[in-house]
């Protein structure tokens, strides 16, 4: 979807709002769903000159740090860090708004076991917000939180709290356990109001005092090693909860007596025949029949959204989550609702209707997410079953006087059996049981990290330093008047590429005084090194294929071995790896002989004969790639609710391809 799709896509008028369903179902609201999300947009766009921006994927596929995207800044890190490509549209932002899709249903904010305890939390939500990349910074941005929600939107001033940075902890905004981050001032709604002093009540996670707004000042990079980097520049990242404020301009309590929600209930209770939604909690809601509804509610809309934007349920990282997420949604309706098997996936028409206009890409995709689902749903009974077995397996012969199932099999259920821990919970305590949360969550932590550390070692060209070049790097470059690379060569064949001069010699992060990295001179002596050219004929990683190697020798006999080219921006130096970052490409590798100075005149020499199966590898994945449309779509059996094939990744080496695709349901062996 291009940007200006996107932007009209969410600046849908209100006039074209759907039909209120909220409890008040004879009277018009004054603030139905879509006018909330239109006002704000057009509030930043028309009152202070933000560029309306189209809401990211949810699924994060070029961040390996995020299984989801959970915040609406998480689009923007590049331009948090410096490291966008000037070449994007992206990059010219200065101001922004939109309202993003989010999901917290993994890693460091996770609101997945909330959902459905109580009205306010959700797995999948919209995140109102506005950003400033290096323009306004903490006045401005309180200013025009202020005037929008008292003057646009009309909330009572009286009811409103604010929270500060104080020094510690509290009040510091950070999206993972490395990232842009800074501190923050949150903004609280009192919904009795009347007058009281509700100031004691903020974050007591009330329902009646809720945060609304944050507003984050991003000042800081957070380090793999925890420490606190000060970023180039500053910025502004808010985010406000659509849910929470609709809930607020249409005078409910709960963000699941919205319109938002209620069309949804009404759809469950036509499939189910359960009883209506009553909006109870706790005890008072007997046999869990609402917090039923607001699990499935929830979910429905976090599995649409994660499918349509390329997700898939399955038994690692996100798509485990997914997983948990679907199979959470199913046990909930067949057990509390009295539903059918396939009752979840009949529920997707009428998000599509609901969210469609908003984001097209859930109309698109309706078929591939309902049948997605629908696999996954009828699977279930297969896993509940076999999962059960185990467990009871699992339970009469490791558990002992203490009654605590132990984590490891919890995480065994867990990644062997699909079976989800909440499940494992639920029936450990029907037994008089515990499980051993802690021992899976860091069973989970561990892999997270194995995972973490092997992509930072690739980063690092195994050298143990970190050759990353990233906000500071990149600004020092900038500042210096250091140009793009520019990578137009990396097409030819079969010949160097003469006449390049090396701008820039890099160490390694936190190897100088002043912890940037460059240096005038680089030697044998140096050790893992990383060169910055003005023109190169090496290929950046990229697009799932591996970079060039080769050597760069200097006019004067030196040699660098370049092991690897990262995108970011003399002697021998082997080329051992070349990674792109924003407008720089980065040469990594060793110098083999003599010395290399700034300034150099220097050759490129890729290793073509290593290049060449890389290409072939290359061009054999879009080969695949039309083979799986042709037999699956042109020549498939018909079936409407499986007609989208869709690449979600490749790798090709000089060895092999991998080529991900995502597809309805299983290939035959006719097929493949």
Known sequence: MSVEEGVAAMSVSASTTTTNKSPNKDTELEWPMTKVRSTFINFFVTKHSHTPWPSSPVVPHDDPTLLFCNA????????FLGTCDPNLEMSKLTRATNSQKCIRAGGKHNDLDDVGKDVYHHTFFEMLGNWSFGDYFKVEAIAMAWQCLTEEFGLDPERLYATYFGGDDDNFWEMGATGPCGPCTEIHYDRIGGGRDASKLVNADLPDVIEIWNNVFIQFNREVDGTLKTLPAQHVDTGMGFERLTSILQGVDSNYDTDIFIPIFDEIRTITGARPYGGKIGAEDDGYVDMAYRVVADHIRTLSFAIADGATPSNDGRGYVLRRVLRRAVRYGRQNLGADLGFFARLVPKVVE??????????????????????????FSKTLDKGLIKFKELA???VGEDKVFSGVDAHFLY???GFPVDLTELMAEELGMTVDRDAFDAKMRQEQELSAAAHQAKMMGGSGKDMRLVAEQTSYLVGRGVDATDDAAKYQW??????????????????????????????SDSGSVGIILDRTSFYAEAGGQIYDTGVITTGTGATVRIDNVQSYGHATIR?????SYGQYVLHLGEVTDGTVTAGDAVTCSVNYARRSPIAANHTMTHVLNFALRDVLVTNGDGDAANQSVDQ?????????????????????????
């Open 396 to 398: 009469d012969t490791n």
């Open 415 to 417: 990644t062997s059996m």
């Open 575 to 579: 080329i051992d790896n070349v990674q």
């Open 494 to 523: 079969n010949t160097d590429l003469d006449g390049c001069t090396a701008k820039a010699l890099f160490i390694g992060r936190n190897e100088t005084d002043d912890g940037i990295g460059f240096v005038d001179t680089i030697t």
């Open 648 to 672: 979600k990744g490749s790798l090709c080496d000089e060895n092999k391809l991998r080529f991900d695709f995502s597809w309805g349901g299983a290939l035959t062996t006719d097929q493949l």
């Open 72 to 79: 609406g800044m998480n689009q923007y890190k590049p331009l």
């Open 354 to 379: 609901l969210m469609g206009d908003t984001f097209p890409e859930l109309r698109k995709n309706q078929a591939h997410v309902t049948a997605v689902i629908k696999e996954e749903e009828e699977s």
